[in-house]
């Protein structure tokens, strides 16, 4: 059993990305200029504000996001390397089937709390629910999490159990590692979105930021970016904890 190197799988991540920004746009750009030019023509089509419209929106961005992150784990541990669009295959369907199984799995053991959180009358326990709702599904989310690994990168075996084991003494320095990509991932957010919020409220200060198409095409960027981040978290972190701190590059 390997501990988890917090800080050199998150800096690895983070360098990764760096190193390989135009291999990450050959995988993501394609698929994410879907939503970023639904995004950006929704005031034109008359569609801005419209829940269906942005509804769809967010679920192509949601599955383009799923067939990236495959694409990027199998970039950072395979080194696969492709001059196109992450490709929709039989790996990536598998890898998207994936998804729904884990969020079911990471939810059953906070199934009762939930089901009061979504159930209850009472606005005080209902509130006490979804706090105890994220504190038990949390350790289970941040385990299963791992198991994206051996399904991208087509593992033979249970690929349940072997991103459970991989995990196995390293949950919370897991959580570390996710916490800090979160905060660096916010702050490269706010070092962005600030100064084009700043000028959108300059032209036209009765602006809804929250709707406004030029944040919206940001924001569908940065998934792209944070997908990258956390997909690369989880690749490194596979690599560290099945293989040891040594088996990474040292830089």
Known sequence: MHKLP???????????????????????????????????LAPALGQAGDPWYGGIETAIAYLAGLVVARAWIRHVLLEERRRGPAPVNGGAIRYLLWNPVLIVLAALP??????????????????LAKIAAVVIAVPFVVRLALVFVPVAIERDGSKLQAGWEAGQGSW?????????????????????????GTAIMAVDPGAALADHPSLKVVGHALTLLFIALTSGLLAWSWKALTQGEAALPAR
Do not use: C, E, N
């Open 172 to 196: 919370w320095r897991l959580l570390a590692a996710f916490l800090l990509v979160a905060v660096s991932g916010y702050v490269v957010t706010l070092l962005l979105v600030i100064p084009i």
């Open 110 to 127: 906070a199934a009762p709390a939930i089901a009061y959180a979504v159930l209850g009358q009472d606005s005080t326990y209902v509130g």
């Open 6 to 40: 917090v800080y050199r799988v998150v800096g690895l991540a983070w360098l990764h990305l760096i190193r390989h920004k135009f291999d990450l746009l050959r995988l993501g750009g394609l698929w994410f200029l879907i939503p970023i030019g639904m995004a950006a």
